[in-house]
């Protein structure tokens, strides 16, 4: 059974950073890519960043780049994301996601909430 369990979230100052963390069972992790999704309240889930299977590419969506690093270690089959320079904007339940044959899987959330 796939499951992705997210860790890492908070409350931070506008500026400051967090790590968040998804560490991931039952499945090859290190053959399938991985991504990191946000949604605000009132909004629509958005695709955040990804990262290919052997972690030799990376993509973010245009309103995090410079700001988020994603990355993974397939020996400890754990996905990150590096958030710094957060803004209020940022704030979301971040959830970590993979697809296997076509069928999405995600983690149940972590919250991160950017406020002063």
């Not at 968040?20 to 946000?38: D, H, K, V």
């Not at 990376?58 to 590096?82: E, H």
Request: charged share 20%; with cysteine.
């Amino acid at each position: 059974q796939i499951q992705l369990v997210e860790s890492g979230g908070g409350l931070v100052q506008p500026g400051g950073s967090l790590r968040l963390s998804c560490a991931a069972s039952g499945f090859i992790f290190r053959l399938y890519g991985m991504n990191w999704y946000r949604q605000a309240p009132g909004k629509e889930r958005e695709l955040v960043a990804s990262i290919t299977s052997t972690g030799g590419s990376t993509r973010y969506t245009d309103s995090v780049k410079g700001r988020f690093t994603i990355s993974r270690d397939n020996a400890k089959n754990t996905v990150d994301l590096q958030m710094n320079n957060l803004k209020p904007e940022d704030t979301a339940v971040y959830y970590c996601n993979t697809q296997r044959r076509s069928v999405d899987y995600w983690g149940q959330g972590t919250q991160v909430t950017v406020s002063s």
